[in-house]
């Protein structure tokens, strides 16, 4: 049953250029939104349910022989799972009107589907090499979908991003070798017990460094950074919020918080944890001073992720568990705002081509639901009350007090005034004041895509007002995970 | 009659309120029948209330004393009757006045929930109700103010501020006197206005006389006389605020401070009604609009409520309070019919008004009954009650007040000989829109609440036994010593007494005044008042007091723009500096140079991720140290 959330997406992947043969719109839309409802489904109410009683481990077998395939859902891998597949749902429906005059439907759907697997798969892997492998397959589709477009810049974006992501997974293989000789094995738990056994301070520290310069480097922390601006905007929209809003998380926050905590075994102040949330702050600071000066709309959205995948480091970063809530939360709700706001820059780029900031002017007055869901995104990420942004802002910064970090809660909250700020000027620039004549006869976006950016404005406004029922029954049991460990509860499974 | 009967005065109006808030505009007639019934039977009811006299309902509600209290007795029955046939009278003008108002709905609603809201505050025995409802009136005097010109709203916010101070006050002194009488519900307290108390009485005495319109909380009145709808002028300042204002005085010097005879706080009441008389009639005389001129007089009749009361002698206190009623019917009277002209005409600008009476008759003799009621004319009821606080005011020991009085009593007859001329007699002007199209008798409606306001005038004077006996003289009642009359009837309408001969006297010198006015100004009746609004020093007062020197709301207004200044220059824009220029700027700098590193080089970010590896690993190893 788990297994459908990888095997599912591949296998339709795999048959989806066929099909777009046969019907070149139709049936590709249908099956590959059908796909992602399925996916939202299944995670959201049968999973609950499924690791009740504790983590679920799954061996696959092929002809009653048992393969050396193990995945697992915890609570940790389910909220990621949720999240993945909320927001694919949404950016599929977008994509049924965005993607029609862009290339190939079929071949998008196929591309997107694959890296829907490789994410899930790198939810749900037990130990360091499927993850590496899961991390290829979800990489290799987004290199393909970043180059979608094949024009000059677009083309550029995807090598630069290739060229930058080939040395993260140098790093990360280097380390995981590194970790194979050390141990001799490969699961999360049995390094993890292992390591525990070894003196080897300095050769994990050195692992720990390279897996935080591998994963960083997807995650786009600072200063691995510089792929994302590029990679990000050239993509069609809402593959920009899928790599945004998803892939950043599960192949760099989510990959390295499963390292750090269930391998390494991440303590609150130690070396680990005080890198990380140095790293957290620098992105945090750094990025949202490059996004003010941005006037592609996109390019300023994209800074702004790197900007918000800071809180999410520096939160997961402090090893409390109000910490890990909180940057989890942050995760969740920046997955949701942000990839709002791309599909919302989709949706002006396809109105009127442009996504030069300055050229804009007044949209409000032409596409009032764009105007209105990108205002409710905008305002979750800067932090607003009582959208989700600001709940796990603040408990990102009620962790860091707790845990003695004042001088790094005043950075928290001064660059969330720097992030208020860049995000006024976005607003004012595209949706206030007069409206330019050059857009006066602008529509406002298609059935599919409004409803897309209207769900996730309502998820964004729901993910505030509800914060308390999310952290209860999503939040908390993936932190609780996370902290507990993976191992603890598969050894009891008499696992590996 | 049970006690849950109580709820029937507030509930009623307010539920008329509430449907006919709920019934759209286009809906002609509807509305008004439904308002013209509730108040006809608010009137019953109030009689009905009236004749049971003694009623009581208290719910527990809060706790600490707070409970829903109501106390029906023979006062509040007295003021319930008053209200409420004063609001049929309004709702029967407004039908005609008030129709094709764009915001009606709001009208009626706001008119009724008043109503509702003040028989709540007459009725209420315990503080925390009685403040509540007290408060409510503030909601709907400035919805009502804002229902007039488009200028009408900085009048309505000016009310606002006023009357919501006054009401400050007066729960500052609620709390004092909770404080030291441990005590919520009203009918429990009597104190003896000593120490604490004495700064308890003079909050709740300002809140008192700032309802009723006193100097120096009159200054919204005259403005709104301009701005908002006449009705409502008829309604709340001369009418409702009126018995509230003077209920609530009569409340607390007779019931929850014994205020003593010749005591200071005795003195300073009726300083305060004296200058209110005084001042407010000067001002009053020199008015050129008919609405202004009468609100003016509102102010003015004021003083001789709280000169009267003031005087904590039974016969100043019966004079204060029967004067109340007087004036709330003609004043009343008198704004309706300035109304009226108003309906027909289009203006209330005196000069350009005249000759009225031949066309209006009707209006023209209710407000002739009603100028020379407020005047003091024998038989009117105004005579009455005037004489009464002339002689508190002589009993009282300090016959300079009597002389204020009186002074007041010449000035009010000659700006109304001076309103009357203008408006009613006289010629036409050739102002007149009267010149331009024929002018005919304001429809029934109308007319009919100012000529009952002019009968009861006539009633109330010729007849004063009766109101004087049911109405007024009971409140009195265990306020006196034992043995002592408290029936002032037999020498109420007597002429010849000394006090009555000076205030004949007084008339004469009125008419006078205007006659010498009338012939200075070239026999035009609306210069009649320019030799005193001339008169050397009086005149530079005069154009301070039109320049609002002396509203206390403007020079404060005035005083707080500055300090905003003030502050805004010396605080506030240097701090924007840092924020505008100084964060700004040096934000963007650094924006600038962290922009200008990325320069698009891949060898660059690849040499930075390299630098970071070893930048990290290098941390890593020194934190693992």
Same mark, same amino acid.
């Given at each position: 049953?788990?297994?459908?959330?990888?095997?599912?997406?591949?296998?339709?992947?795999?048959?989806?250029?066929?099909?777009?043969?046969?019907?070149?719109?139709?049936?590709?839309?249908?099956?590959?939104?059908?796909?992602?409802?399925?996916?939202?489904?299944?995670?959201?109410?049968?999973?609950?349910?499924?690791?009740?009683?504790?983590?679920?481990?799954?061996?696959?077998?092929?002809?009653?022989?048992?393969?050396?395939?193990?995945?697992?859902?915890?609570?940790?891998?389910?909220?990621?799972?949720?999240?993945?597949?909320?927001?694919?749902?949404?950016?599929?429906?977008?994509?049924?009107?965005?993607?029609?005059?862009?290339?190939?439907?079929?071949?998008?759907?196929?591309?997107?589907?694959?890296? =829907?697997?490789?994410?899930?798969?790198?939810?749900?892997?037990?130990?360091?090499?499927?993850?590496?492998?899961?991390?290829?397959?979800?990489?290799?589709?987004?290199?393909?979908?970043?180059?979608?477009?094949?024009?000059?810049?677009?083309?550029?974006?995807?090598?630069?991003?290739?060229?930058?992501?080939?040395?993260?997974?140098?790093?990360?293989?280097?380390?995981?070798?590194?970790?194979?000789?050390?141990?001799?094995?490969?699961?999360?738990?049995?390094?993890?017990?292992?390591?525990?056994?070894?003196?080897?301070?300095?050769?994990?520290?050195?692992?720990?460094?390279?897996?935080?310069?591998?994963?960083?480097?997807?995650?786009?922390?600072?200063?691995?950074?510089?792929?994302?601006?590029?990679?990000?905007?050239?993509?069609?929209?809402?593959?920009?919020?899928?790599?945004?809003?998803?892939?950043?998380?599960?192949?760099?926050?989510?990959?390295?918080?499963?390292?750090?905590?269930? =391998?390494?075994?991440?303590?609150?102040?130690?070396?680990?944890?005080?890198?990380?949330?140095?790293?957290?702050?620098?992105?945090?600071?750094?990025?949202?001073?490059?996004?003010?000066?941005?006037?592609?709309?996109?390019?300023?959205?994209?800074?702004?992720?790197?900007?918000?995948?800071?809180?999410?480091?520096?939160? +997961?970063?402090?090893?409390?568990?109000?910490?890990?809530?909180?940057?989890?939360?942050?995760?969740?709700?920046?997955?949701?705002?942000?990839?709002?706001?791309?599909?919302?820059?989709?949706?002006?780029?396809?109105?009127?081509?442009?996504?030069?900031?300055?050229?804009?002017?007044?949209?409000?007055?032409?596409?009032?639901?764009?105007?209105?869901?990108?205002?409710?995104?905008?305002?979750?990420?800067?932090?607003?009350?009582?959208?989700?942004?600001?709940?796990?802002?603040?408990?990102?910064?009620?962790?860091?007090?707790?845990?003695?970090?004042?001088?790094?809660?005043?950075?928290? =909250?001064?660059?969330?005034?720097?992030?208020?700020?860049?995000?006024?000027?976005?607003?004012?620039?595209?949706?206030?004041?007069?409206?330019?004549?050059?857009?006066?006869?602008?529509?406002?976006?298609?059935?599919?895509?409004?409803?897309?950016?209207?769900?996730?404005?309502?998820?964004?406004?729901?993910?505030?007002?509800?914060?308390?029922?999310? +952290?209860?029954?999503?939040?908390?049991?993936?932190?609780?995970?996370?902290?507990?460990?993976?191992?603890?509860?598969?050894?009891?499974?008499?696992?590996? | 009659?049970?006690?849950?009967?109580?709820?029937?005065?507030?509930?009623?109006?307010?539920?008329?309120?509430?449907?006919?808030?709920?019934?759209?505009?286009?809906?002609?007639?509807?509305?008004?029948?439904?308002?013209?019934?509730?108040?006809?039977?608010?009137?019953?009811?109030?009689?009905?209330?009236?004749? !049971?006299?003694?009623?009581?309902?208290?719910?527990?509600?809060?706790?600490?004393?707070?409970?829903?209290?109501?106390?029906?007795?023979?006062?509040?029955?007295?003021?319930?009757?008053?209200?409420?046939?004063?609001?049929?009278?309004?709702?029967?003008?407004?039908? !005609?006045?008030?129709?094709?108002?764009?915001?009606?709905?709001?009208?009626?609603?706001? !008119?009724?929930?008043?109503?509702?809201?003040?028989?709540?505050?007459?009725?209420?025995?315990?503080?925390?109700?009685?403040?509540?409802?007290?408060?409510?009136?503030?909601?709907?005097?400035?919805?009502?103010?804002?229902?007039?010109?488009?200028?009408?709203?900085?009048?309505?916010?000016?009310?606002?501020?006023?009357?919501?101070?006054?009401?400050?006050?007066?729960?500052?002194?609620?709390?004092?006197?909770?404080?030291?009488?441990?005590?919520?519900?009203?009918?429990?307290?009597?104190?003896?206005?000593?120490?604490?108390?004495?700064?308890?009485?003079?909050?709740?005495?300002?809140?008192?006389?700032?309802?009723?319109?006193?100097?120096?909380?009159?200054?919204?009145?005259?403005?709104?006389?301009?701005?908002?709808?006449?009705?409502?002028?008829?309604?709340?300042?001369?009418?409702?605020?009126?018995?509230?204002?003077?209920?609530?005085?009569?409340?607390?010097?007779?019931?929850?401070?014994?205020?003593?005879?010749?005591?200071?706080?005795?003195?300073?009441?009726?300083?305060?009604?004296?200058?209110?008389?005084?001042?407010?009639?000067?001002?009053?005389?020199?008015?050129?609009?008919?609405?202004?001129?009468?609100?003016?007089?509102?102010?003015?009749?004021?003083?001789?409520?709280?000169?009267?009361?003031?005087?904590?002698?039974?016969?100043?206190?019966?004079?204060?309070?029967?004067?109340?009623?007087?004036?709330?019917?003609?004043?009343?009277?008198?704004?309706?019919?300035?109304?009226?002209?108003?309906?027909?005409?289009?203006?209330?600008?005196?000069?350009?008004?005249?000759?009225?009476?031949?066309?209006?008759?009707?209006?023209?003799?209710?407000?002739?009954?009603?100028?020379?009621?407020?005047?003091?004319?024998?038989?009117?009821?105004?005579?009455?009650?005037?004489?009464?606080?002339?002689?508190?005011?002589?009993?009282?020991?300090? !016959?300079?007040?009597?002389?204020?009085?009186?002074?007041?009593?010449?000035?009010?007859?000659?700006?109304?000989?001076?309103?009357?001329?203008?408006?009613?007699?006289?010629?036409?002007?050739?102002?007149?829109?009267?010149?331009?199209?024929?002018?005919?008798?304001?429809?029934?409606?109308?007319?009919?609440?100012?000529?009952?306001?002019?009968?009861?005038?006539?009633?109330?004077?010729?007849?004063?036994?009766?109101?004087?006996?049911?109405?007024?003289?009971?409140?009195?009642?265990?306020?006196?010593?034992?043995?002592?009359?408290?029936?002032?009837?037999?020498?109420?309408?007597?002429?010849?007494?000394?006090?009555?001969?000076?205030?004949?006297?007084?008339?004469?010198?009125?008419?006078?005044?205007?006659?010498?006015?009338?012939?200075?100004?070239?026999?035009?009746?609306?210069?009649?008042?320019?030799?005193?609004?001339?008169?050397?020093?009086?005149?530079?007062?005069?154009?301070?007091?039109?320049?609002?020197?002396?509203?206390?709301?403007?020079?404060?207004?005035?005083?707080?723009?500055?300090?905003?200044?003030?502050?805004?220059?010396?605080?506030?824009?240097?701090?924007?500096?840092?924020?505008?220029?100084?964060?700004?700027?040096?934000?963007?700098?650094?924006?600038?140079?962290?922009?200008?590193?990325?320069?698009?080089?891949?060898?660059?970010?690849?040499?930075?991720?390299?630098?970071?590896?070893?930048?990290?690993?290098?941390?890593?190893?020194?934190?693992?140290?």
């Amino acid at each position: 049953m788990i297994f459908l959330f990888i095997g599912l997406p591949l296998v339709v992947a795999a048959f989806m250029p066929l099909i777009g043969k046969v019907s070149k719109k139709v049936a590709p839309d249908v099956l590959a939104n059908a796909v992602f409802l399925f996916l939202l489904v299944l995670a959201v109410t049968s999973g609950r349910q499924l690791i009740g009683q504790g983590p679920v481990l799954q061996s696959l077998s092929w002809l009653g022989e048992p393969l050396a395939i193990q995945i697992a859902v915890d609570g940790f891998s389910l909220f990621m799972l949720m999240a993945i597949s909320l927001v694919t749902f949404c950016i599929g429906l977008y994509s049924i009107n965005y993607m029609t005059h862009y290339g190939s439907k079929a071949n998008f759907y196929a591309l997107l589907l694959m890296m =829907v697997a490789g994410m899930n798969g790198l939810v749900l892997v037990t130990d360091l090499f499927q993850l590496y492998i899961f991390l290829e397959v979800a990489a290799v589709a987004s290199y393909a979908l970043v180059a979608f477009g094949l024009e000059h810049d677009e083309l550029e974006a995807a090598f630069k991003y290739l060229m930058l992501s080939v040395v993260a997974s140098a790093a990360i293989l280097i380390a995981i070798g590194l970790l194979f000789g050390l141990t001799g094995s490969l699961g999360f738990a049995a390094v993890g017990d292992a390591l525990r056994g070894l003196d080897a301070k300095l050769a994990v520290g050195f692992c720990a460094a390279l897996f935080i310069m591998g994963f960083g480097l997807k995650a786009a922390l600072v200063p691995f950074h510089a792929w994302l601006p590029d990679a990000h905007p050239s993509a069609p929209a809402p593959i920009s919020a899928v790599l945004s809003g998803l892939l950043i998380k599960v192949s760099g926050v989510y990959a390295l918080a499963r390292i750090f905590y269930n =391998v390494f075994g991440l303590e609150a102040g130690g070396a680990l944890s005080q890198a990380l949330m140095i790293l957290g702050a620098i992105s945090i600071v750094v990025a949202a001073f490059l996004a003010i000066r941005q006037s592609d709309m996109k390019r300023m959205l994209a800074y702004s992720s790197i900007s918000q995948v800071g809180y999410v480091v520096l939160g +997961i970063g402090i090893g409390t568990p109000l910490g890990v809530a909180g940057g989890l939360l942050h995760l969740f709700n920046h997955a949701l705002a942000k990839g709002l706001l791309f599909l919302n820059s989709g949706a002006i780029q396809q109105s009127t081509g442009t996504r030069n900031l300055d050229e804009m002017g007044g949209l409000a007055k032409r596409m009032p639901v764009t105007a209105a869901t990108s205002l409710v995104g905008s305002l979750s990420i800067a932090g607003v009350p009582p959208l989700g942004g600001f709940w796990s802002k603040l408990l990102i910064i009620m962790a860091l007090v707790q845990a003695g970090h004042g001088v790094l809660a005043v950075v928290a =909250v001064l660059a969330s005034v720097v992030t208020l700020w860049y995000y006024l000027i976005m607003q004012r620039k595209a949706f206030f004041g007069k409206l330019n004549e050059k857009w006066a006869a602008v529509k406002e976006a298609p059935f599919w895509m409004s409803a897309a950016t209207v769900l996730l404005a309502l998820l964004v406004i729901g993910s505030g007002i509800f914060f308390a029922a999310i +952290i209860k029954s999503w939040i908390q049991p993936a932190s609780e995970s996370l902290a507990k460990g993976l191992q603890t509860a598969l050894h009891g499974l008499g696992g590996f | 009659m049970t006690p849950n009967t109580l709820l029937w005065p507030i509930l009623l109006p307010a539920i008329v309120a509430v449907i006919a808030f709920l019934i759209p505009t286009r809906v002609k007639w509807f509305r008004e029948a439904i308002c013209l019934g509730a108040s006809a039977a608010l009137i019953y009811l109030a009689f009905a209330l009236f004749a !049971v006299k003694n009623l009581e309902f208290r719910l527990p509600w809060m706790g600490q004393g707070i409970g829903f209290e109501l106390r029906l007795f023979h006062f509040s029955a007295f003021i319930l009757v008053g209200l409420a046939g004063f609001l049929f009278l309004i709702t029967l003008y407004s039908t !005609v006045k008030m129709s094709g108002h764009p915001r009606i709905r709001e009208y009626y609603a706001y !008119v009724f929930l008043t109503a509702a809201l003040a028989n709540g505050a007459v009725l209420a025995d315990n503080f925390v109700p009685f403040v509540f409802f007290w408060e409510g009136l503030l909601v709907t005097l400035y919805g009502l103010i804002t229902l007039g010109r488009k200028e009408a709203n900085r009048t309505a916010v000016k009310a606002f501020i006023i009357n919501g101070l006054c009401d400050f006050c007066m729960i500052l002194g609620i709390g004092i006197l909770w404080a030291q009488t441990g005590t919520l519900t009203i009918s429990q307290i009597s104190v003896k206005p000593e120490g604490l108390a004495v700064v308890a009485f003079l909050m709740m005495m300002i809140g008192a006389i700032g309802k009723a319109g006193a100097m120096p909380f009159h200054t919204w009145i005259p403005d709104a006389a301009i701005d908002a709808p006449v009705t409502f002028m008829a309604f709340m300042p001369a009418a409702f605020e009126k018995l509230l204002g003077i209920y609530l005085l009569a409340r607390i010097t007779l019931d929850l401070f014994k205020l003593e005879k010749g005591s200071g706080l005795s003195l300073v009441l009726m300083i305060i009604g004296a200058a209110t008389i005084v001042l407010a009639v000067m001002m009053a005389l020199i008015q050129k609009d008919f609405k202004r001129l009468l609100s003016y007089h509102a102010v003015s009749q004021v003083g001789y409520m709280i000169l009267g009361i003031g005087t904590a002698v039974p016969i100043g206190i019966v004079g204060g309070l029967f004067h109340m009623i007087n004036h709330a019917m003609y004043k009343c009277g008198l704004f309706l019919s300035a109304g009226s002209v108003e309906y027909r005409t289009g203006t209330t600008e005196l000069k350009k008004l005249g000759g009225l009476a031949k066309v209006m008759p009707f209006t023209a003799a209710g407000f002739t009954v009603c100028a020379l009621a407020i005047s003091g004319v024998w038989p009117l009821n105004g005579f009455v009650s005037k004489e009464m606080i002339f002689h508190g005011a002589i009993e009282s020991g300090y !016959v300079i007040f009597a002389i204020a009085a009186w002074v007041g009593a010449i000035f009010t007859f000659a700006s109304f000989l001076k309103a009357g001329h203008s408006v009613f007699f006289g010629p036409r002007s050739e102002e007149s829109p009267a010149a331009v199209k024929p002018i005919k008798e304001s429809p029934a409606p109308i007319v009919i609440p100012i000529l009952i306001l002019a009968l009861l005038c006539i009633t109330f004077g010729v007849a004063n036994k009766l109101p004087l006996t049911t109405f007024i003289q009971p409140i009195l009642e265990g306020h006196v010593e034992a043995g002592e009359s408290i029936d002032f009837t037999p020498h109420a309408l007597s002429l010849f007494t000394p006090i009555a001969g000076i205030s004949i006297l007084c008339l004469l010198l009125a008419f006078g005044l205007h006659a010498f006015g009338w012939k200075k100004g070239g026999k035009k009746a609306y210069l009649a008042s320019e030799p005193v609004h001339k008169f050397p020093v009086l005149h530079t007062i005069y154009d301070w007091a039109e320049n609002r020197v002396f509203d206390l709301y403007e020079q404060g207004v005035i005083v707080l723009n500055g300090l905003a200044m003030v502050l805004f220059k010396g605080i506030d824009r240097p701090i924007d500096f840092v924020y505008e220029k100084i964060i700004t700027k040096t934000g963007e700098a650094f924006a600038g140079v962290l922009s200008k590193a990325h320069t698009g080089h891949y060898a660059n970010y690849l040499a930075w991720c390299l630098g970071g590896l070893v930048a990290i690993a290098a941390l890593i190893n020194a934190l693992l140290k």
